[in-house]
């Protein structure tokens, strides 16, 4: 069977060109691109993860949000539910719930730098600095190309000197 014929590789191909236009910052074009796999396949956690991102970088917080949850009850077990939920709500003044939600994420997304990075953040938002900084020296062991945006990240103002 020919990757045309079928329709896993075919929205899997279409979704490469959204990511594409998404990562070379052509939003509108990832939107257009991405209209046409929205309309042609069944949402799926991989059309889900990538409309996610673009909400994303468009800020449509709520909308990411309820994408989000939808992902979490999809794939309970994939833990880009959980990062990009906690997301929205630190974004949404919600910092206890992001909190919360992080809390809630599988064990295996507790391995990922990421998680480690965000709940620096969050925890530096709500003024627990020394938790923070611990997060925040896990998420550097894992990753340690994280040091640089930290010191970029207005969350971690209050940690600028000592990063």
Same mark, same amino acid.
């Given at each position: 069977m020919s990757c045309f014929n079928d329709p896993t590789s075919n929205s899997? #191909?279409?979704?490469?060109?959204? /990511? &594409?236009?998404y990562e070379l910052g052509m939003n509108e074009d990832a939107w257009q691109e991405f209209q046409l796999v929205e309309k042609n396949f069944p949402a799926s956690p991989?059309?889900?993860? =990538?409309? $996610?991102?673009? $909400?994303?970088? %468009?800020?449509?917080?709520?909308d990411a949000l309820a994408l989000s949850e939808e992902l979490r /009850?999809?794939?309970?077990?994939? &833990?880009a539910g959980f990062i990009h939920g906690a997301y929205c709500l630190h974004e949404?003044? /919600? +910092?206890?719930?992001?909190? !919360?939600?992080? %809390?809630? !994420?599988?064990d295996t997304v507790r391995d990922e730098a990421i998680y480690h990075y965000n709940k620096g953040c969050?925890?530096?938002?709500?003024?627990? =600095?020394? +938790?923070a900084r611990s997060c925040l020296r896990k #998420?550097?062991?894992? %990753?340690?190309r994280l040091v640089d945006v930290a010191r970029k990240d207005p969350d971690l103002i209050a940690l600028q000197g000592s990063l």
């Open positions: 899997e #191909s279409m979704l490469q060109v959204v /990511r &594409g236009y991989s059309i889900i993860q =990538v409309k $996610l991102l673009l $909400l994303l970088k %468009d800020e449509e917080w709520a /009850r999809m794939q309970p077990h994939n &833990g949404l003044n /919600r +910092t206890d719930d992001a909190l !919360a939600l992080l %809390d809630k !994420a599988p969050y925890q530096a938002a709500i003024g627990d =600095v020394e +938790t #998420s550097f062991d894992l %990753d340690e």
